[in-house]
């Protein structure tokens, strides 16, 4: 099964701020990472991979396009308290790389236009926490849906690209003669 990298743009984490923001007691232990997807469109949402860095939970929300049971502008959890890291208070998971996969979700992730990701440290020993390397995967076209493909062009161009390679190996084959 082929996967293919969804551009996207991911915004600064905004730090959601309880207590007094001068002192310790009052550092950030929730962060939210908005990610659009501007020139992907609606798509489904097959996988996500990044690097941990010290984020304890992860909650993750969903915007996607219009149907009868939600408008365009609700959220939707998919992922609640996701754990990253076992114990917050210990290292073990705070580096690791992840790998999240549509069947781990709460709902279905057709027609994704936002995701919104929470990031949760209750832990006072880490200052710093986010999640880095960020990349979001849909599936890519398969050998048996080639044909079903609604771009003509696409096609054309497909089946030049391998006649090319073709013609290019039989090519070398009989220079090596």
Request: glycine share 6%; hydrophobic share 40%.
């Amino acid at each position: 099964m082929s996967r293919v990298q969804v551009p996207c743009h991911i915004k600064g984490a905004v730090a959601l701020q309880v207590g007094d923001v001068r002192t310790v007691q009052g550092r950030p232990g929730v962060l939210v990472i908005d990610v659009t997807f501007p020139t992907a469109g609606p798509f489904e949402l097959q996988e996500i991979t990044f690097k941990n860095y010290y984020t304890a939970f992860l909650s993750i929300r969903v915007r996607q396009l219009g149907s009868p049971n939600h408008s365009p502008n609700k959220w939707i959890t998919c992922l609640r308290d996701y754990c990253l890291m076992p114990n917050p208070h210990n290292e073990e998971g705070a580096q690791e790389y992840v790998s999240l996969y549509k069947h781990q979700m709460l709902c279905n992730l057709e027609k994704v236009l936002e995701l919104r990701l929470i990031l949760r440290q209750p832990s006072p020993l880490w200052l710093n926490f986010t999640l880095e390397e960020l990349q979001f995967f849909q599936h890519g076209p398969q050998v048996g849906d080639f044909f079903l493909m609604e771009d003509q062009n696409y096609q054309i161009r497909s089946i030049m690209f391998v006649l090319g390679i073709v013609l290019d190996y039989k090519l070398n084959s009989l220079k090596e003669q």
